[in-house]
């Protein structure tokens, strides 16, 4: 009752909402740094690139405007000793090639420190762009049937593109929680791609260990974990959850040969990480993990390390709705007057 009183005076007042949701500072999530030409590829897909020049003009206008970009782990001590300035952390997932030949020039142009989460699928060459795959298949065709991969899904008529964008939301849906062995299945039986296929877009597309060594290099990265499979974790079972999380810290820390400290949930909405991952990150003494979920970060998050709030930045992000970020708004719209996500 009071909850509901509260929630419906917060609607009313942007002074309120701001004093009380708009937090100590907010994370920002890419996927990939690509060229207009390049970016412009892609439809269904296009909120995973943003350009360089798109990226740095965000980046300008955040530090004309006081905003501190600072690393994931001064944020933490941010949180700790809060200062005016609210703080902003970019962070990249997955491991693509063009986080080191597009996003780091402009990172370090403007000088600002960014993390970068490894799917280990990417570096070894082996991770299935079920998304990238999806796209081309309904664009190619009028249905998609995936009874052949086990799977009673079917939609027909895919003939314009609304019915197309419609059924690539709702595929996605359905194939996002798979297993990794589900997400190759669909890939060679439903879009008919050979292994070989599939092994020339990884070495296409993804960084190599070396390359991410070199990335490394940088004072300004911080490389954190990302699972092992690129799956859905609270949609496996707790072992193979388990397993997806510590095989890839311990993969990326015998590689780099420094701790890991940090995590994202692959695909990171609420549904995709919950209890079970927040007690495995605690077990294995890693500081932090985001979801893909919009929020504020507050100084109650030193308690709730492993639920942070996440907000993707492309071309196409608004002024509008990053003002609606920085007022605590979104965070209302999305979360109620529930500080932490989950
Ligand atoms: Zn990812």
Redesign the pocket.
């Known amino acids: 009752m009071i909850k509901k009183l509260l929630e419906s005076i917060l609607h009313r007042s942007s002074y309120l909402t701001n004093t009380l949701y708009s937090g100590e500072g907010y994370i920002f999530m890419l996927?990939r740094i690509l060229p207009i030409e390049e970016k412009i590829k892609f439809d269904y897909n296009s909120s995973l690139a943003i350009t360089p020049k798109g990226l740095e003009d965000f980046i300008r206008q955040f530090q004309e405007n006081n905003f501190d970009i600072i690393s994931l782990d001064d944020a933490f001590f941010r949180l700790k000793k809060p200062k005016k300035n609210k703080f902003i952390c970019f962070t990249i997932?997955?491991g693509y090639k063009d986080n080191l030949t597009f996003g780091l020039p402009v990172f370090e142009k403007m000088n600002v420190p960014f993390t970068v989460y490894i799917?280990s699928c990417f570096p070894e060459n082996r991770a299935i762009y079920w998304w990238y795959f999806l796209e081309t298949h309904i664009k190619r065709n009028e249905s998609i049937d995936l009874s052949s991969i086990g799977i009673n899904f079917k939609l027909n008529n895919l003939i314009d593109e609304q019915s197309k964008l419609d059924a690539f939301q709702k595929a996605s849906q359905i194939i996002k929680p798979l297993s990794y062995e589900k997400h190759k299945e669909f890939a060679l039986k439903i879009c008919g791609l050979t292994q070989e296929e599939l092994e020339g877009f990884n070495k296409q597309n993804n960084m190599t260990w070396d390359e991410i060594f070199e990335l490394n290099k940088s004072s300004l990265v911080t490389i954190g974990a990302?699972t092992t499979d690129?799956v859905s974790l609270k949609n496996q079972s707790f072992q193979n959850s388990k397993n997806q999380i510590q095989e890839s810290i311990l993969l990326l820390e015998n590689k780099l040969g420094e701790k890991m400290n940090h995590f994202?949930y692959?695909?990171g909405a609420l549904t995709d990480a919950g209890k079970n991952e927040f007690n495995i990150l605690k077990s294995l003494n890693i500081k932090s993990a985001v979801y893909n979920h919009p929020g504020s970060v507050f100084k109650q998050h030193l308690e709730f390390p492993y639920q942070l709030p996440r907000i993707g930045l492309t071309d196409e992000t608004s002024i509008s709705r990053l003002k609606k970020l920085f007022s605590g708004r979104l965070h209302f719209e999305f979360n109620g007057s529930n500080k932490i996500l989950g």
């Open positions: 996927h997932d997955d799917s990302h690129h994202a692959p695909y």
